[in-house]
């Protein structure tokens, strides 16, 4: 679920923070054990308005997204799971077959 609504949040802040990324002003958000973490980096003395922005929209998500985007986000965050499994489990395949060539 916190996937899916970091999905979300990526999506509404592209066109907002637009003129921030043009500054060369950098936001990184992603999701980690403990919660998510936001970092802002660049040479600039806004950088407190650029986080400013990312926690306002952090607040007013609920109000911000559709139940329309909120199922194809919801698509998207599966469709990525499904391939990262497939992946894997065809790179696993391909590891049994070279273990039972070569041992």
């Given at each position: 679920m916190l996937e899916v609504w970091l999905v979300l949040l990526k999506s509404l802040l592209i066109?907002?923070?637009h003129g921030a990324v043009e500054a060369h002003l950098k936001y990184f958000i992603c999701r980690v054990e403990s919660g998510v973490v936001v970092m802002v980096t660049g040479f600039s003395q806004k950088l407190n308005i650029l986080i400013e922005q990312i926690l306002q929209?952090?607040?007013r998500m609920e109000s911000l997204i559709s139940s329309d985007s909120f199922e194809t986000a919801k698509a998207s965050v599966l469709q990525q799971l499904y391939n990262t499994f497939k992946t894997a489990m065809e790179f696993s395949k391909y590891?049994?077959?070279?273990?039972k060539d070569n041992i």
């Open positions: 066109p907002v923070l929209h952090f607040k590891v049994f077959i070279w273990i």
